[in-house]
């Protein structure tokens, strides 16, 4: 019989047609928010990092010269200086002076011309204070590191504030953006385009930005560049990305087309197959890429019908959260991994079983209560589960959310947020949620190619994941070389067809028994070879 509503999904076909296309501005904006935030902030940090380099050289020199001088403004003293000169590739000058600001001798043995630009600010675990001043004819600021000798005495070191010419700096900076320096209170130090828009935050105007500390040292590097002026350098990927979400748009409705025309649309009898047991577990390992060691498994669900057919989750997924099934359908799979997995979990103590939740779990704490009558008797503990938060739809109350996670916490389950990166999480979203682990979406993963050295989103992933205390995990690992990538920078869980797919509960079993054997011997020879070693 032709389903009713064939005419509404012809319908719903053709404006899900046009998704693409509508689609390409946001997504290739969001992308080029990323790259360039990455580029600017490496620029940031590259001109920070100089600025403390030159600092600290100066320092260095300082006291060197001081533990060698008995005495100030003798032959001795001055030699010193002149060969810390000579030797530094930043310092300038020295000064010997008093409170008053009489000078008493120099490197050179000249009166030395300069200014202050900023009261004097002391540098932190340093009996150093550090001055922002002019020198001489020098364009760019300059950096005067004072350490006081006695009681009346200051001697200063000299240091440009940045190695490079404003010139050679403006060249590096992306027509209309910005570069300054400022102390950490706020004081403005050194300034390359016009930082008025940036500053008064006008509307309509908005900035890819990034800022980098110093280290120690009260000073602060501001880059910015006008997001119009970046978006403007991608127009040619632009172009394509258009082109491709058009032939796209076309596939796609040609394909809903003939479908609603040829085929008998069926009605999703979901809650019916809830009930029936045929949503399955399946249960795709998580491998250690160090140690090929088993550290766990995502539960995965198929629906296996009577005749059977095997209907992936994508078929069947997003009805079941738009109408609440996914509710039941989440406690009928962690009842089953409950009898698939309790002797596996009892006898491999550290294995971690990952149970995906969706945006309805955490409209109320009933899913707390849930786990508890579920796990609370079962071999498997509550800390050997993770429950990972889809991003499917944004969570509509955060509050509430925030308190379910917290129950989740108070068992010893950990979260995860899922496809990080790809949805509703924002990055900003991953650091209010409490969240343990970050999967890193396969979209990511698939930009690692046989001859990749860097790939800043990734890597950017990778570090904000870091600087959040969170455990790392890939998604779609499916090549040696994106293995070994990651490896590489320190994420050590996986998952992906290199290693296996979604497997039925026998398969899975077999495989981390087998795992489990191989472990002994691995960790003999890595004994033997540390003896010989």
């Keep these: 019989m032709q389903s009713r509503y064939s005419h509404i999904l012809m319908l719903l076909g053709a404006i899900l047609a046009f998704v693409p296309i509508l689609a390409v501005d946001y997504l290739l904006d969001a992308y080029v928010r990323v790259r360039e935030k990455a580029i600017i902030q490496q620029s940031a940090n590259l001109i920070s990092s100089q ?19 008995p005495s100030l403004c003798t032959p001795t003293f001055v030699a010193n200086v002149q060969n810390e000169i000579e030797s530094s590739l930043n310092m300038k000058q020295v000064l010997v002076e008093n409170a008053d600001g009489v000078q008493y001798c120099d490197a050179f043995g000249r009166s030395v011309s300069y200014s202050p ?19 001489g004819e020098m364009a760019m600021p300059a ?15 000299f240091v440009p504030l940045i190695g490079q010419s404003r010139d050679g700096l403006a060249k590096t900076i992306p027509t209309a953006g910005i570069l300054r320096v400022v102390l950490t209170n706020g004081t403005p130090v050194f300034t390359i385009g016009d930082a008025a828009a940036f500053d008064q935050e006008e509307p309509g105007t908005e900035f890819v930005s990034a800022q980098s500390f110093a280290g120690e040292l009260p000073l602060k590097v501001e880059s910015a560049v006008p997001f119009a002026i970046v978006r403007a350098g991608y127009a040619d990927l632009d172009v394509s990305f258009t082109v491709l979400a058009c032939l796209m748009s076309a596939v796609f409705l040609l394909t809903a087309l003939h ?31 160090r140690t090929g060691q088993l550290m766990g498994c995502e539960v995965l669900c198929r629906w296996e019908k009577r005749n059977g057919e095997i209907v992936p989750p994508g078929a069947f997924i997003d009805y079941a959260e738009v109408t609440g099934l996914a509710i039941p359908m989440t406690l009928s799979l962690m009842q089953q991994v409950k009898f698939d997995l309790g002797e596996l979990c009892r006898q491999m103590p550290d294995l971690k079983v990952s149970i ?19 796990f609370g008797n079962s071999p498997i503990a509550y800390r050997q589960l993770v429950f990972e938060i889809t991003e499917r739809r944004p969570l509509a109350n955060s509050t509430v959310a925030i308190s379910v996670i917290a129950g989740l916490h108070a068992l010893g389950s950990k979260l995860a947020m899922d496809d990080a990166g790809t949805g509703h999480s924002n990055l900003a979203y991953l650091g209010t949620l409490g969240v343990d682990v970050i999967k890193i979406d396969r979209i990511f993963v698939d930009m690692i190619k046989p001859d990749t050295t860097q790939v800043p989103v990734l ?21 040696e070389a994106q293995a070994l990538y990651l490896r590489a920078r320190g994420v050590l869980q996986a998952q992906g067809f290199i290693f296996a797919p979604a497997l039925k509960v026998g398969a899975f079993k077999e495989l981390a028994i087998a795992l489990q054997a191989t472990q002994p011997q691995r960790r003999r020879a890595e004994s033997a070879v540390a003896t010989a070693a």
């Design 51 to 69: 600025i403390e380099i030159g600092a600290l050289d100066a320092v260095g020199s300082l006291r060197r010269i001081l533990a060698s001088s």
């Design 143 to 157: 950096l005067k590191i004072t350490q006081i000798f006695g009681t009346t005495r200051r001697v200063s070191a």
């Design 356 to 374: 995906n939740l969706f945006e309805g779990h955490f409209r109320d704490g009933s899913i707390v209560e849930d786990v508890q009558a579920i």
């Design 259 to 289: 479908y609603v025309r040829r085929s008998r649309v069926p009605a999703f009898d979901l809650e019916r197959a809830i009930a029936r047991g045929q949503i399955k577990p399946y249960y795709q390992p998580v491998i250690n890429l």
């Design 117 to 135: 630009l900023s009261q004097s600010l002391p540098i932190p675990g340093h009996t150093e204070t550090i001055t922002v001043v002019k020198l």
């Design 459 to 479: 890597d950017g992933l990778i570090a904000m994941a870091k600087d959040l205390n969170c455990e790392i995990v890939a998604e779609g690992v499916e090549t």
